[in-house]
């Protein structure tokens, strides 16, 4: 027998069919209770907190009988579920996903519907994550509203909330994939960046997304954007010489929706011209050519500024 | 049905295609402008719900990606053909009601009914493009309807306008469907079959 309780709430339990005045021991997860929290053979449990969720038992003084036993669960009523609907699969449908604000320590049940217009529409929920369904598009182009309302039931009370929508608005791709951004060979100043439509967007061509691209060296805190309408590379031609790069991109589709969430971030540094070793390369040069004067550095070897050369 | 392209049909076609896609891109942000405009200038809320108004094409479709290149056309053009009336008619009401006051209403209204009806143009040359002459046009003036109310006259026009919106959207869609190159030969499929 299961019972739920409100936290702060005062509970009475009684001794099964027992008398008021009859000898009896009241245990909570198998110890026993102090006689103060008996009001003749009634268990009383003022103003209970989480802690005392538990299995209550009672016996029958002599016989030591058991007589009632339940196990108390104490919670909260469900507060106003969050509820937030997204297409990122448009135009093949959308999901819905929900979770309470704060936990209510027992069970709870939700319900969600979805009506389009005068249709309901059916929401099929997902195994994994639970507090998750996803809807399919019946009709595209739309102006009816869509109308979710959630409910969430449990057995201290019951709440829902309700979002009501347009087809378009709900629209957010996931993040671009594979994102790539490599220094260009002799440009200091440029990286070139690329990238890949988001996977979960089914059909590009017809439902074409643009770009949001940001970048920043990691030595500033100022973000430089660039918006791209077509393509999934841009080129960035400003970039200071030798600075590493912080390089993220957001994908929307070209009419509808917003933004995705910024896709994971990609680093990288300019090209850089191959630095030229002026101290020691130029002594060991000179060095070699005093013993073995018939042995010359390969000019594979890092040929010495002419100026720096010594006697050569 | 049709067999796939000769190339320069396709090219043509998906030259055509391109230039709609811009056109209904610069219509449907005129549009959604002029929605602003006509929200305020007619003293309407702009969260008002409006129910189907009779005469206007809904944009709404079922298994919009199953639909052929033909169909897609046929019924863009009826419905920019249905608009290019009833944007028509709400100039003419618009003035009546509003006369000098609303001129830079009127002037946005009929810069969407040039749009409109150089779109509607657009898809009857794409129809012609498959040797299909466009459907005639006879009777297809909005249907005879008892006088509005002024307030009635203001939130069909917002319907009106909401819906080409909607259509603006989808033509974008359907002609990107269009220009879609078929899968292997790379050329566009014949209208009939493009999916």
Known sequence: HMQYERVGADVTMKCGSMDWDAAVTWTANGTDIDESHLNGS???????????????????????????????????????PVLMCRSNNYPKGFYCSWHLPTPTYIPNSFNISVIHGTKEMICEKDAVPKNRCHIRYLQLFSTVKYKVTLTVTNALGKNFTTLTFDEVAIVKPDPPESVVAKPVPN???????????????????????????????????????????????????DAYAGKEYIIQVAAKDNDIGTWSDWSVAVHATPWTEEPKHLTTEAQITETTSASTSSFMAPPTTKICDKGAMVGS | MAGADSPSTALRRRDLCTRGIRLVGKMRSDVIDLLDTYVERQGLDASASVAAVEGVPPAAVERWDEQTGTQRLLENLAAYRAFRALLAQMLEEQREQLGEAGAALGRALAAVLLQVSAFTYHLEELLRLESRSPPSEEGDGPPPRPPLSLFEQKLRGLGVLRELAQWALRSARDLRQLAKPSPGTGSAPGLAESP
């Open chain 1, 42 to 80: 009634y268990l009383i449990l003022k103003n209970v907190d989480l802690t005392q969720s538990g299995q209550y038992s009672c016996y029958e003084g002599s016989s030591w009988h058991l007589k009632y036993q339940t196990y108390l669960r104490v919670g909260t009523p469900p507060k106003e």
């Open chain 1, 187 to 237: 440009n200091p100043r440029r990286l070139e960046v690329s990238w890949q439509n988001p996977s979960s967007w089914p059909d590009p061509e017809s439902f074409p997304l643009k770009f949001f691209l940001r970048y920043r060296p990691l030595i500033l805190d100022q973000w430089q954007h660039v918006e791209l309408s077509d393509g999934t590379s841009h080129t960035i031609t």
